[in-house]
């Protein structure tokens, strides 16, 4: 049987092929279809997006140009020619013109205390006894002493004259008259040694009564009633402290000593004790002393000022903050602290035109006292400054000043009420 399979002609392959082509003409048509309408939905979206930003550009710009066209509220204030006090500050202590540790001079049983503690007590008042009894009897010693001594005297005196008289009829040797003067002086030195010993005894018997050395207040007792004291005990009876007047020791750098110096060569120095916090004023003195040397560690120096003392405002050892009254500048030229703003050229203000436009002025400051500015140069008197919302500002910008914050006529935000 033959096998052989049938052979095909040679356009039988290009058949299904053409076929095939035909099939995938629809496909390809529709996706070149898909491509470009979603082709046209991109160009929509691009455009209409685009026209959306520079829409929004337009107006981001129309409000950039509003907003920089409205003025910005600011606090205002003159520049002015004032006389301005010049002070150099200092922190220090409030401390006694005397403290007095009372002691015995004498020992004794403490018989009798006569003050309470914080007492105010005047120089000489009595505060303590101790047992007067021993040197009483000791004074009454002494003067019996006197007496007898001044018996014995008083007949080798007589003695001596007799003798004398002895002598001038030449009647006994010159020796003898001799020897009974040098009798009767030792007579008189044994009295004048008793009325020493007695004077020693007064004096100890006024020791005995423990008086206050000055005027001041009494501190916490120290000794109880019945002990017995000694006058080389270390621990006294009280301690005594004058609060009326009260001293205030400070420090300042040791740069400012030549103008305190010159300053108080020229005449007494005022000085003013506030709290710590510098917000209660405690007192108004003056400048006693410089101290004589510099504190090498800390380049300070020391002064020393007084002050009335009445009401007992200033307490010893307390913190006080001082300011010291160095001169007064007269007419100098004026303006807030808080209108001098620094930048890289230095320090400068925003100057206030007639037309309400604000421009940078430079300045050059002299010093600063408190909430003012001293200025060398830059301003003139009369001259308005920005003093509160400098930060909004730029050259050329109008402003429309407003009270400050807190000022009768402000809003609830700090700006000025519209009228």
Do not use: C
Request: charged share 20%; net charge positive; glycine share 8%.
């Amino acid at each position: 049987m033959d096998h052989t399979a049938p052979q095909q002609g040679p356009g039988t392959a290009s058949v299904p092929a053409a076929t095939a082509r035909e099939a995938q003409k629809p496909r390809r048509a529709a996706f070149y279809i898909s491509l470009g309408i979603a082709l046209a939905l991109g160009g929509v979206f691009f455009f209409s997006r685009k026209r959306a930003e520079n829409a929004g550009a337009a107006a981001a710009a129309s409000g950039s140009a509003a907003a920089a066209a409205r003025p910005t509220p600011v606090v205002i204030a003159q520049v002015q020619l004032k006389d301005v006090p010049i002070y150099l500050e200092g922190i220090g202590n409030a401390t006694p013109l005397a403290t007095v540790t009372v002691k015995t001079q004498v020992d004794g049983r403490l018989d009798k205390i006569f003050f309470t503690e914080g007492q105010n007590v005047k120089k000489g008042e009595l505060l303590a006894q101790v047992d007067p009894r021993p040197f009483q009897i000791a004074l009454q010693q002494a003067q019996a002493a006197i007496a007898k001594d001044s018996a014995s005297a008083a007949n080798a005196r007589v003695n001596q004259q007799r003798y004398q008289t002895l002598v001038d009829q030449k009647l006994i040797a010159k020796q003898q008259a001799d020897d009974q003067k040098a009798l009767a002086d030792s007579a008189t030195a044994a009295v004048d040694s008793d009325r020493a010993q007695a004077a020693t005894a007064r004096l100890q018997l006024d020791y005995a009564q423990i008086k206050s050395p000055i005027d001041g207040v009494t501190g916490v007792r120290l000794v109880d009633q019945g002990n017995i004291v000694h006058a080389a005990d270390q621990t006294g009876i009280v301690v005594v402290t004058q609060l009326d007047p009260m001293a205030v020791v400070f420090t300042l750098p040791e740069d400012d000593f030549p103008r305190v110096s010159k300053a108080l060569a020229a005449g007494a120095l005022g000085v003013d004790a506030y709290s710590r916090d510098a917000t209660t004023l405690l007192g108004k003195g003056q400048l006693l002393l410089i101290d004589n040397q510099v504190n090498q560690q800390t380049a300070t120096i020391k002064l020393k000022a007084s002050f009335p003392n009445a009401e007992r405002s200033l307490w010893p050892n307390a913190f006080v903050k001082a300011r010291l009254l160095l001169t007064t500048r007269k007419g100098a030229l004026v303006v807030p602290a808080t209108a001098i703003q620094r930048g890289p050229q230095g320090t400068f203000v925003y100057l206030v035109d007639a037309a309400n436009k604000a421009s940078v002025r430079p300045v050059v400051i002299d010093s600063t006292q408190d909430e003012l500015v001293i200025l060398k140069s830059g301003l003139t008197a009369g001259d308005k400054v920005v003093v509160e919302g400098q930060n909004a500002l730029r050259a050329g910008a109008s402003v429309a000043p407003r009270p400050p914050a807190g000022s009768a006529g402000a809003g609830p935000n700090g700006a000025g009420a519209k009228p």
